[in-house]
């Protein structure tokens, strides 16, 4: 099953199992993942101090706030979870998690989807308990508890890079084996151009850089970072540019669109990362505005890219699957300014219709190009045809 003869196993699962590219041998369901996933994870805002409470009231606020209708369908637990292993091996959980099991039924319960988080190394970040060699009874433990996705952190993992592509690749395999359809994200904060060898060991999603935090400058650092990086995303293998902050309080209105229009225009996971339970009108509106998440969401996988920069002035182009063009116009100064796309630079033709996605509004029809007023720090996001 690991060789690089295209073996394919037919069984039960075989509906499940695909013949890849040489050197992937087991492929998961390829409908997960189609689409960029979006859900919410406890780390950004709880760190360690997750417990089976938080995540419920989390999955409650998915379900009835109106981001589950919006498409968030993951509720992630991150590090901190993991409590000892028994005689036999087997990982438990903590004493803030008593029954995992009747977690993930609850968060099945509300038409939702439970995750974990484990490492290749034999700790996590945090310290806990890792799934260095007890991968296959790691992954067997998170199918009947009924987890549908790992987030699987480097942390204390030693090798060289082969090592750790293996050790990626015995987890993802571990997960295949059990029959059960699990997202598999890779966080390995974008060493060794993952990029280039993610999808060959089944990641769904990968890490391309550090931890984001709370702050313009880090997220923007990382998010117009991402420019180069588009040729490595497609249905089903995505970069990730790291959780959202989108509503943790230490960025402003402006600051929070600029992080949420980035990460749709890259085709990012949009994995919300704040208090769901105390979330204001203002950063619910931000994480479910449609026509922005319909970028993000797209069914055509492209990740959007620069197309012009101007000092602290940026055009991004993300190409969509009915022929139009979502563009955002950014202004990373420390100013309002004009900012202009060109629609030679964006590749719309000569005259385009546009739409305003954050004020909801149709602009009419313009030639050649379009001027916008772009608060600091802002972004105007249109899309055009
Ligand atoms: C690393 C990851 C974070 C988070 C912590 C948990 O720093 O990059 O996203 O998972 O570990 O310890």
Redesign the pocket.
């Known amino acids: 099953m690991h060789s690089n003869t295209r073996t394919c196993r037919l069984s039960v699962v075989a509906a499940y199992i695909i013949c890849f590219l040489p050197g992937i041998v087991l492929a998961q369901d390829p409908t997960i993942a189609a689409t960029p996933p979006m859900g919410w ?1 406890s ?2 805002h709880f ?2 101090k997750v417990n089976d409470q938080v995540v419920r009231a989390a999955a409650d606020a998915v379900a009835s706030s109106g981001m589950k209708a919006a498409g968030y369908v993951y509720v992630n637990i ?3 979870w993991e409590g000892k292993r028994d005689e036999q091996g087997n990982i438990r959980a903590n004493e803030k998690f008593p029954d995992m099991k009747g977690l993930a039924d609850y968060v099945h319960s509300q038409g939702l989807k439970l995750g974990i ?1 484990s490492s290749p190394g034999p700790k ?3 310290g806990y308990e890792g799934s260095f060699g007890h991968e296959e009874q790691d992954a067997q433990t998170y199918a009947a508890w009924g987890i549908d996705y790992l ?1 699987y ?1 480097y ?1 204390s993992f030693k090798g060289d890079v082969p090592a750790q592509i293996a050790a990626y690749k015995k987890m993802h395999d571990a997960l295949v084996n059990t029959g059960r359809p699990i997202v598999f994200s890779l ?1 390995q ?1 974008g060493m060794d151009r993952v990029w280039a060898w993610g999808p060959s060991v089944g990641g769904n999603l990968w ?1 391309t850089t ?2 984001i935090s709370d702050d313009y400058d880090r997220m923007s650092y990382i998010g117009f970072g991402q420019a180069g990086l588009e040729r490595f995303a497609a249905p089903g293998h995505w970069n990730d540019p ?2 959202l902050e989108v509503g943790n309080g230490k960025m402003k209105p402006d600051e929070y669109r600029t992080h949420m229009s980035l990460w749709c225009l890259l085709a990012a996971p949009l994995l919300a990362g704040n208090d769901l339970s105390k979330m204001s009108a203002e950063t619910l509106a931000i994480l479910t505005n449609p026509e922005v998440i319909a970028l993000d969401q797209d069914h055509a996988g492209v990740q959007g890219y620069r197309v012009a920069q101007e000092g602290p002035l940026e055009v991004w182009v993300k190409p969509l699957a009915d022929g139009s063009k979502a563009v955002g116009l950014f202004n990373r100064g420390e100013s309002k300014m004009p900012v202009t796309g060109y629609f030679r630079d964006v590749g719309v033709g000569e005259s385009a219709t546009l739409r305003d996605l954050w004020a909801h509004k149709d602009l009419g029809v313009f030639k050649d190009a379009f001027t916008a007023e772009v608060p600091t720090h802002g972004v105007v996001l249109v899309k055009m045809k």
């Open positions: 994870n780390w950004n760190a360690c991150d590090d901190c988080y996590t970040c945090a987030k952190d942390c966080c904060y890490r550090d931890d790291d959780m």
